[in-house]
């Protein structure tokens, strides 16, 4: 039986008072993973911020990239 087979089982066997906390649990959950990710994103925003690199903003046309890449456009 997979974990989730045996996550919906208990939750199948659990008085329906309790569902409301059990929901609850789940969705700050899934919130934590929305603030990690923001945390994660912020610290790459900052990294490029304050990385030294002069050549930092120079970009490259899509063409250049196939290029360099062995692909052909």
């Given at each position: 039986?997979?974990?989730?087979?045996?996550?919906?089982q208990?939750?199948?066997?659990?008085?329906e008072?309790?569902?409301?906390?059990?929901?609850?649990?789940?969705?700050?959950?899934?919130?934590?993973?929305?603030?990690?990710?923001?945390?994660?994103?912020?610290?790459?925003?900052?990294?490029?911020?304050?990385?030294?690199?002069?050549?930092?903003?120079?970009?490259?046309?899509?063409?250049?990239?196939?290029?360099?890449?062995?692909?052909?456009?």
């Amino acid at each position: 039986m997979s974990e989730r087979e045996q996550a919906k089982q208990i939750i199948d066997q659990l008085p329906e008072y309790k569902i409301g906390n059990l929901l609850l649990f789940l969705k700050g959950m899934q919130f934590d993973d929305d603030i990690e990710d923001d945390l994660y994103c912020q610290k790459l925003y900052e990294d490029y911020l304050n990385d030294p690199d002069p050549e930092k903003d120079e970009g490259i046309t899509l063409e250049e990239l196939a290029a360099r890449e062995g692909i052909e456009l």
